[in-house]
């Protein structure tokens, strides 16, 4: 039986924004200072461009440096850039409250988690597969955990 739970674990600090990408965060070529400056727990690029398509993302944007993205949600701008451990600290843009952004990155890390779990489950399925296990039951918990029971062939 394999139960997967999503969970997502990371440290954070600050890095300094660095990005000239787009018009999205300058306003007449003049740099505009972040309202809000977030720490997130969320690691991988390709997870979180997911996360953030799933989440209704109208425009992403790879910054001028390979650790930025840009992103245009919910009528937020966000700067996403990875710090020196690895995780994404979100810089939003525009008329936005703290609290507001600290509700979306609750939302955005609680998708991610949802993202990672369902790339574990995949690669648990198409693994299992091709050791020769058979899969008997799936059973989704009412905390979203999956559990998978497999039978030896």
């Known amino acids: 039986i394999v139960t997967i739970v999503p969970v997502v674990i990371g440290r954070v600090r600050y890095s300094a924004v660095e990005s000239d990408t787009t018009s999205l965060i300058s306003d007449n070529g003049a740099w505009l200072k972040p309202k809000v400056k977030l720490p997130t727990l969320i690691r991988k690029e390709d997870l979180l461009r997911e996360t953030l398509e799933n989440l209704g993302a109208k425009k992403i944007v790879k910054g001028n440096e390979t650790t930025s993205l ?14 020196k451990n690895e995780n994404y600290t979100a810089y939003f843009y525009g008329e936005i409250s703290e609290s507001k952004a600290k509700e979306f990155i609750s939302e955005l890390e609680e998708e991610y988690g949802n993202v990672v779990q369902n790339q574990v489950y995949e690669t648990l399925k198409k693994k299992a597969e091709a050791n020769g296990m058979d899969l008997l039951n799936e059973t989704v918990q009412n905390d979203q955990t999956i559990v998978l029971t497999y039978n030896l062939k």
Do not use: A, T
């Open 70 to 83: 840009i992103v245009e949600i919910d009528h937020y701008v966000i700067q996403l850039i990875r710090n």
